[in-house]
């Protein structure tokens, strides 16, 4: 992880950012319905993974391939969970 500090109107702040992630593995999924298209898109799966050794692991997801949306072929309010 990497610190960074901005100066915002004279005051100091520092944010902790996360891993830098490259993308391993990526398969389509199927055409499935996408709630923000509003239309039949293809949707992918996605796995992640920090380019240097840290506390994170993979991280899995699966995507809209035209608008890039996570979980949007599950109806709103709904999410996945990975086990």
Not at 18 to 28: F, H, L, N, Y
Not at 36 to 53: G, S, Y
Not at 55 to 62: E, K, M, N, R
Request: positive net charge; charged residues 30%; hydrophobic residues 30%.
């Amino acid at each position: 992880m990497s610190c960074r500090t901005y100066d915002i109107g004279g005051t100091l702040v520092t944010v902790n950012h996360g891993p830098t992630m490259r993308e391993v593995k990526r398969e389509s999924q199927g055409e499935k319905w996408c709630f923000r298209c509003r239309k039949r898109r293809d949707f992918l799966f996605i796995v992640t993974a920090p380019i240097e050794p840290d506390w994170y692991g993979p991280t899995a997801s699966i995507r809209c391939a035209h608008c890039n949306l996570q979980d949007g072929d599950l109806f709103p309010g709904r999410e996945r969970e990975w086990e």
